[in-house]
């Protein structure tokens, strides 16, 4: 079964810094794989998502995923963190075989101090 | 206006009220899901409904009930709840229940406090 893993539930960076946050996922199949935003307060929203086009997906705010195959990761990196960017981030990867659904990992908290 | 709207945003109940939850999208979509978050836990999936008609109930227990009268609209009715039960409760739609690859769309969620 398909599945996600966030690694660190969380990571905190100076503003300025490199974000990356970490996302391994499980899937017996080329996954669909997306990254959602929650900031205080409210739902989430997508950020960016691979559908097995380029391997670097880019996405809203400066932030960007990269697909590895090789080591079923789709890490969610931006150059420079800015205190915005301070929310939950949300790793998902849509099932496949049978009724499809989307799983979402547990979430990683980003803090961005100054 | 938001793709996906969610009233209350806040709620307060007591463990014998009734109250409902309101779900409208404004998408065009046919498919609309509930999620549960909870502190600490998971987004689990509730509900899922395709064209009206509910697709999926993920052994959710029976104090909650959904109803989904158009595919725009979707409600998630509360009785009898149980402290436990507080959480936000997030509101989505798709194109199309199960397909992989759609975009689900979230609502900003209401926070349900059961006292």
């Known amino acids: 079964a398909q599945s996600v893993t966030q690694l660190g539930s969380h990571v905190s960076v100076s503003e300025g810094a490199l974000v990356l946050l970490r996302c391994n996922y499980s899937s017996s199949v080329p996954p669909y794989l997306f990254w959602y935003v929650q900031y205080p307060n409210q739902g989430l929203q997508l950020l960016l998502k691979?559908?097995?086009?380029?391997?670097l997906v880019k996405g809203i705010n400066g932030f960007e995923a990269e697909f590895k195959k090789s080591e079923t990761s789709f890490h969610l990196t931006k150059p420079s963190a800015h205190m915005s960017d301070a929310a939950e981030y949300f790793c998902a990867v849509w099932t496949s075989g049978g009724y499809n659904k989307l799983i979402f990992g547990a979430g990683t908290r980003l803090a961005v101090h100054p | 206006e938001t793709g996906v709207t969610q009233t209350p945003r806040h709620l307060v109940m007591g463990m014998t009220n009734k109250k409902s939850l309101k779900c409208e999208q404004h998408?065009?979509?046919?498919?609309m899901y509930w999620y549960k978050q909870s502190a600490k836990k998971p987004l689990e999936l509730m509900f899922v409904?395709?064209?009206?008609?509910?697709?999926e109930n993920n052994s959710v227990p029976s104090r909650f009930s959904p109803e989904c009268p158009n595919s725009s609209h979707l409600f998630l009715h509360l009785h009898t709840l149980q402290p436990e039960d507080s959480a936000l409760y997030l509101c989505?739609?798709?194109?199309?229940?199960?397909?992989?690859?759609?975009?689900?769309?979230f609502g900003e969620g209401s926070w349900l406090t059961v006292v």
């Open positions: 998408l065009g979509h046919n498919a």
């Open positions: 989505a739609s798709s194109q199309e229940a199960g397909h992989a690859g759609n975009t689900i769309y």
């Open positions: 409904y395709n064209f009206k008609e509910q697709t």
């Open positions: 691979y559908t097995s086009a380029a391997t």
